[in-house]
């Protein structure tokens, strides 16, 4: 059975510096590889997804991620973080017919 | 293009008492799905349906009933409600893949936090 694992339930990081966010995954085959961020409140938005080809993905809101099959990890990085970043964000793996497995989620704190 | 919309945004239920959450979609996406989402736990897929009539169960599926008798409208529906069906639900859509499945980018709702006492 699919499984996620974000391994960071909660990371602080200052106005300005570089996030980095943690997925594991477990498939049996290539997966389909998605981060949402979900805002205080809100629904989930979509950041970027992978299907294949190149392992480097880019996303809204500058994020990219790197899918790793040889570490079973899909990890989101953004070189510099606004305030407005802080929110929760949640790994996913495609399981089938519009169906998604999610991660617990990491919450991410901005601080000035 | 509304996307996906929810209804009640917030409802407090008492023990035993149903309800049926409401969602649509405007976008003619085949897929519909419910989850519900607790602390600690992401989201949890409940029901799912691919298309009209269509419907199937997910991770978390007991207390909890579906239909799909429109490509736009997926309702839940809590029959007896239970103080561990306390959550937030959330309602998606996406379009089907040729040759993809699992592929499919999903459009959240905003959410209905319930509350069951």
């Known amino acids: 059975a699919q499984s996620v694992t974000q391994p960071d339930i909660h990371i602080t990081v200052s106005e300005g510096a570089s996030l980095e966010l943690r997925c594991n995954y477990s498939?049996?085959?290539?997966?389909?590889l998605f981060w949402y961020v979900q805002s205080p409140g809100q629904g989930l938005q979509l950041l970027l997804k992978?299907?294949?080809?190149?392992?480097l993905v880019q996303g809204i809101k500058g994020f990219e991620a790197e899918f790793k099959r040889s570490q079973s990890s899909f990890n989101l990085r953004k070189p510099s973080v606004h305030w407005s970043d802080a929110a929760e964000y949640f790994c996913a793996v495609g399981a089938s017919w519009g169906k998604l497995q999610f991660g617990a989620g990491t919450q991410v704190v901005v601080t000035p | 293009n509304a996307g996906v919309t929810q209804t009640p945004k917030f409802q407090v239920l008492k023990t035993g008492q149903s309800m049926t959450l409401q969602c649509a979609q405007d976008m003619n996406h085949e897929y519909m799905s419910w989850y519900r989402q607790d602390p600690g736990m992401g989201l949890r897929l409940i029901h799912y349906s691919v298309g009209a009539g269509i419907t199937d169960q997910g991770e978390v599926p007991n207390g909890y009933n579906v239909s799909r008798s429109t490509t736009e409208d997926f309702p839940l529906r809590l029959l007896s409600a239970a103080p561990s069906q306390t959550s937030v639900y959330f309602c998606a859509s996406s379009r089907a893949l040729s040759g993809r499945a699992g592929g499919e980018t999903q459009y959240f709702g905003p959410g209905t936090r319930l509350l069951v006492l």
């Open positions: 498939y049996g085959a290539t997966p389909y």
């Open positions: 992978y299907f294949s080809g190149d392992t």
